[in-house]
T-cell receptor
């Protein structure tokens, strides 16, 4: 699986959009970008994934650059409950294990 | 809500004792995963089942660790002769079959403390 690079931590004001970047310059053509988050004392939660097109669901939007070397997870209106560690993961599809890094700790500030 | 459940949520044990954790996946999911997470780190993969077959094991899974999924439903993870280094959160996840197999749904975890 390709490696990813994320900032260690970020702050975001409540109600504003949270934009979480991820670099994955060694991504290969069949690897997807996945995002999970982990709220304190809970198990990780799947958020969204994409291959090359931008994706949106009820939780977030995923913007992938044309060269696929980086992506941004967007939480459009951050709430205090979005405070969590966000993991960007690059992997092929299928049953394989998820390889987590250390993620970005997002703190939403009132 | 019929999400992934794990039992117990917390376990304190003395070094050298054996412990067993249970995971009940989402009922229609045939894939089940175990992960371990230490403080400040992301979860690390331990092992994976498809139905009752254990298809992959991490090198992290030493001989003291054994996992089973006898009927392809719930799974157990046993640690024999626990060591202080085994203290961690043990997470279970499951994913559906042919559709949306990439989404893994995690349980709340079992926090193990070895004294």
């Amino acid at each position: 699986d390709a490696k990813t690079t994320q900032p260690t931590s970020m702050d975001c004001a409540e109600g504003r959009a949270a934009n979480l970047p991820c670099n994955h310059s060694t991504i290969s053509g069949n690897e997807y970008v996945y995002w999970y988050r982990q709220i304190h004392s809970q198990g990780p939660q799947y958020i969204i994934h994409g291959l090359k097109n931008n994706e949106t669901n009820e939780m977030a939007s995923l913007i992938i650059t044309e060269d696929r070397k980086s992506s941004t997870l967007i939480l459009p209106h951050a709430t205090l409950r979005d405070t969590a560690v966000y993991y960007c993961i690059v992997r092929t599809g299928g049953y394989q294990k998820v390889t987590f890094g250390t993620g970005t700790k997002l703190q939403v500030i009132p | 809500d019929t999400g992934v459940s794990q039992d117990p949520r917390h376990k304190i044990t003395k070094r050298g004792q054996n412990v067993t954790f249970r995971c009940d996946p989402i009922s229609e999911h045939n894939r089940l995963y175990w992960y371990r997470q230490t403080l400040g780190q992301g979860p690390e993969f331990l092992t994976y089942f498809q139905n009752e077959a254990q298809l992959e094991k991490s090198r992290l899974l030493s001989d003291r660790f054994s996992a089973e999924r006898p009927k392809g439903s719930f799974s157990t993870l046993e640690i024999q002769r626990t060591e202080q280094g085994d203290s961690a959160m043990y997470l279970c996840a499951s994913s559906p079959g042919a559709v949306r197999i990439y989404e893994q749904y995690f349980g709340p975890g079992t926090r193990l403390t070895v004294t």
